[in-house]
Structure formats: structure tokens, C-alpha cells
């Protein structure tokens, strides 16, 4: 008895002792100076329908120089996420960077990890840093579905390729893939419908309490009329949240992949426009530069799983990087997990045993929806604010990510 006593108290202790750790302030710790975000608008409807993705990563870099007050001098790489843009719009974000005043003489880059992109900006950045390439980098996300998305931003797959059965997993639709979540594991049409709700209505109490302000930044857009004149108006909230959502009447919305299937419009995320920003740097040049630091970026993870249950992402990733560092999932106060679905997100929460009060206190992307590049860089910005707000300390990030992958980052609020 004393020795199971010994080995919990040494288990105890070791747990606390990996939490301690990553509560710690270092000279080299890689920091979030700054955590930004446009609004979110419904694409093809909303207040971004007629901006381009370039021009809203552009205003949103402004916005973001502006608000901390950086010279732009001293940012030694930016690295966007973007998945519908051909090339990931390599050539349209380098001009954006160009165009917001940040000089030529800082490199660029595109990346395109489906729905992870920008959290992998995010972590790209944080990896230059760790290995002394730059001291200060920008990160961001962003979509324009508006202008870009459909079946043209696929590349056409090889004839060989029909021939092997994991290669063409890879081009199964994103709603089947969820249905086949729904069927492998047992979920229901009731309980997927109750967390959709759920997301609508913690979305439309934090937009109604004003919880988003302190991370959109007010961004021009284009406006046309209907005598095509163009003007330019002021977008400052998401458009897409709902008003009086219940599980009740989204259960009386048809499936939308499957006649007999449990995944619809209502209980799927939104397609959409948006761009996030994060601005990261080595905690001992933030100090030099009197930059803020609003936390840090603690350890990484990304992981595969099968692409005909894509969703299932986070369920595997989160578990692997918190085993990383030595903590569990009680250890994290809040969760920002992306609900590409609710029937993956469901899972996911259930599966790595979260307890669901953690996860996405504001809402997710069912309710104000998922431009696929941005949405990686907004949840930082989104659970960045909330530790703030509640005075929380650890903070994880998740999403699933297209053709059968997952990605979660731990981060610590300093604010």
C-alpha cells in the first residue's frame, strides 16, 4: 500500500513538475506578442463576398502593425496559411506583405496544410525562432471561399491512381467522411444536432456580451451595389451567427450527403471568408523591442489518421502533444477544437475525455464559420482572448485536417 502511495505521489509530483515547467519565463521562449482576426462573413453572402484574399490579408496586417505598434523592419519572415488560392497564393500574399508595409526584404512564404494552415504558419514561425533563424515573425491564415473555392481548387489526380484504394481515400467528399465517423462510431442525428446548438448559442451570447471585440480588428471591405457601384464600408462582426438556434429546429433540416445520413447544413461548419494574424517572437528580443507578450507558444503535434475519417484529427493529436510535455488533458483550461463537424468534433471532445465545458466557451466554427486557411490562426486569436478574459493559463488549439490528418499546439497566457 505505501508503495502505490509512493508511486502516485512520485506521479503526482512529476505532473506538477511538467506544469510548472511550461508556467515558467525564459529568455528563449518563443511569445505571442499579438493574436489578431477580421470577422468572419458567410461566403458568397457576407461582408467580405467582394474582397479579395489578398486585399483582406492586407488591411489586416496594417491593423495589426498599427494596434502593437511594431516597426515593420524588424519582422524577419511571414508565413501565411491558405488552401483555396491557387499555390496557396503565393504570389497575391507576398504583394499583401508588400502592400501592408512590411519591406522586400523580408522573405515569405505559403503554406497549405488544408484546414491546419494556419496553425501551421503559427508553428512555422515558432520553429524558425526555436533554431535562431529570426527573433520576431508574423503568422496568418486566410480564406476568401468567396472568390476561390470549388472544384477548381483541386488538382486533377492521376488515371494510376483509381487503381489503389488508400490513394483514392484521399478524394472521398469532407461530408461523407463525417457520415462515416457518425456510422463507425455510433453517433446520433440528436446528439450531433444538441453540440451544433450548443456552438450557436454560446456564439450568439458572446457576440451579444461583446467577447469578440477585443480580437476582431475593424477591416475595410468592398462593397457593390446592385448598379455594380463599388464603395467601401467597415466590417467589424461575424455575420454568420445565427439568432435563436435550437437543437430542436436544426433537427428538422434535411442531411445534406447522405438521404439517410445524421450530417446537414445546420450542423456542419460554414463556408466563409476571414483572415487571423499572429505576431511571435523570442521573449528576450520582445523585451529589447518593448513589444507586448500576451503568452507563449509551448509544443506542437501533427499526426495522420485515415482520410476516410479525416475527423477523427484532434482525437488522435491532442492526447499525442500533451503526452509530449507531460501533461494530461485536466491540465488544459481551455480548448479551442474546430467543428468542421459536429459528428468529428463530438468524437474528438469524447474520445480524448475533455471534459465539453472546456471546449470552445464562445462558440466555433458551426456557428460563425470555417474559412479553411484562416480558421488555424483565429482559434489562437479567439483562445488567446478567452484565457485572458477568465484569467485561465493553459490553452490548446485542434483541428482535423483533409486527406486524414490532425493538428493541436499548447499555449501558455501571459496577459
Request: one cysteine or more.
Amino acid at each position: 500500500m505505501n508503495r502505490l502511495s509512493n508511486v502516485n505521489q512520485h506521479l503526482t509530483a512529476n505532473e506538477a513538475s511538467s506544469k510548472s515547467k511550461i508556467l515558467e519565463k525564459n529568455a528563449d521562449d518563443v511569445v505571442i506578442v499579438a493574436a489578431y482576426r477580421s470577422a468572419i462573413t458567410r461566403g458568397g453572402k457576407g461582408g467580405f463576398k467582394e474582397t479579395t484574399s489578398g486585399e483582406l490579408l492586407a488591411n489586416l496586417f496594417k491593423a495589426t502593425i498599427q494596434k502593437v505598434g511594431i516597426d515593420p523592419k524588424v519582422i524577419g519572415d511571414v508565413v501565411v496559411g491558405n488552401v483555396c488560392n491557387p499555390g496557396a497564393g503565393v504570389n497575391e500574399h507576398r504583394a499583401a506583405q508588400l502592400v501592408a508595409g512590411i519591406p522586400y526584404t523580408t522573405p515569405f512564404q505559403a503554406i497549405n496544410r488544408q484546414c491546419s494552415s494556419g496553425l501551421m504558419a503559427v508553428n512555422a514561425i515558432a520553429q524558425e525562432i526555436i533554431t535562431g533563424q529570426i527573433d520576431v515573425g508574423l503568422a496568418a491564415g486566410v480564406e476568401s471561399m468567396s472568390n476561390n473555392y470549388g472544384p477548381n481548387m483541386m488538382s486533377a489526380f492521376p488515371a494510376r491512381f483509381t487503381e489503389n484504394e488508400a490513394g483514392m481515400s484521399c478524394l472521398i467528399p469532407m461530408g461523407i467522411t463525417s457520415e462515416n465517423v457518425t456510422e463507425k462510431y455510433g453517433l446520433t442525428r440528436k446528439e450531433q444536432d444538441e453540440f451544433a446548438a450548443a456552438s450557436f448559442q454560446k456564439a450568439e451570447k458572446a457576440q451579444k456580451e461583446g467577447l469578440f471585440k477585443e480580437e476582431i480588428l475593424p477591416l475595410p471591405a468592398i462593397k457593390i451595389d446592385e448598379n455594380d457601384n463599388e464603395s467601401e464600408v467597415t466590417i467589424s462582426e461575424d455575420d454568420g451567427i445565427r439568432k435563436g438556434v435550437t437543437a430542436e429546429s436544426l433537427g428538422k433540416l434535411r442531411p445534406a450527403f447522405k438521404s439517410d445520413g445524421a450530417t446537414t447544413a445546420g450542423n456542419s461548419s460554414q463556408v466563409s471568408d476571414g483572415a487571423g494574424a499572429v505576431i511571435l517572437a523570442r521573449r528576450s528580443a520582445a523585451e529589447k523591442l518593448g513589444l507586448p507578450i500576451i503568452g507563449k507558444w509551448v509544443h506542437a503535434k501533427v499526426v495522420g489518421v485515415p482520410p476516410e475519417i479525416m475527423g477523427v484529427g484532434p482525437a488522435v493529436a491532442i492526447p499525442a502533444v500533451l503526452k509530449d510535455i507531460g501533461l494530461t488533458v485536466d491540465d488544459v483550461d481551455i480548448f479551442e477544437i474546430n467543428e468542421a463537424f459536429a459528428s468529428q468534433a463530438l468524437y474528438s471532445v469524447r474520445s480524448a475525455n475533455i471534459d465539453i465545458n472546456k471546449v470552445n466557451p464562445k462558440g466555433g466554427a458551426i456557428a460563425f464559420g470555417h474559412p479553411l486557411g484562416a480558421t488555424g490562426a483565429r482559434q489562437v486569436s479567439t483562445l488567446m482572448t478567452e484565457l485572458k478574459r477568465t484569467g485561465k493559463k493553459i490553452g490548446l488549439t485542434s483541428m482535423c485536417i483533409g486527406t486524414g490528418m490532425g493538428a493541436a499546439t499548447v499555449f501558455v497566457s501571459e496577459a
